[in-house]
């Protein structure tokens, strides 16, 4: 059974830090594609971050110079360092196991995490 569980969120202030955890189980983890995706009350989910099997990550404008994801195959986890946070950070982030095509991420609609409550105050 896969399972992606994400861990680490909570409330912080503007410019603070937070690190977000993506653990997962049932997968060839190594061989997978990560991607961190965050959802805002009343907004679509949108991609935030990825990171292909081979470490190489891949950002959005919205959060490139401040976020940084790596993962650990070791320990079959995915990381999410957010610094320099701001309000509009504030969303659910999610984890998902996918793959890239060509420069483009792509979900496996199966494999998504329950979600870790990101809120930053201003």
């Known amino acids: 059974q896969v399972q992606l569980v994400e861990s680490g969120g909570g409330l912080v202030q503007a410019g603070g830090s937070l690190r977000l955890s993506c653990a997962a189980s049932?997968?060839?983890?190594?061989?997978?594609?990560i991607g961190w995706y965050r959802q805002a009350p009343g907004e679509q989910r949108e991609l935030v971050a990825s990171?292909?099997?081979?470490?190489?990550?891949n950002y959005a404008d919205s959060v490139k110079g401040r976020f940084t994801i790596s993962r650990d195959n070791a320990k079959n986890t995915v990381y999410l360092q957010m610094s320099s946070l701001k309000p509009e950070d504030t969303a659910v982030y999610y984890c998902?196991?996918?793959?890239?095509?060509?420069?483009?991420?792509?979900?496996?609609?199966?494999?998504w995490g329950k979600g870790a409550q990101v809120t930053v105050s201003s």
């Open positions: 998902n196991a996918g793959y890239y095509r060509g420069e483009l991420y792509v979900t496996r609609d199966a494999y």
């Open positions: 049932g997968i060839t983890f190594s061989a997978n594609a």
């Open positions: 990171i292909s099997s081979g470490g190489s990550a």
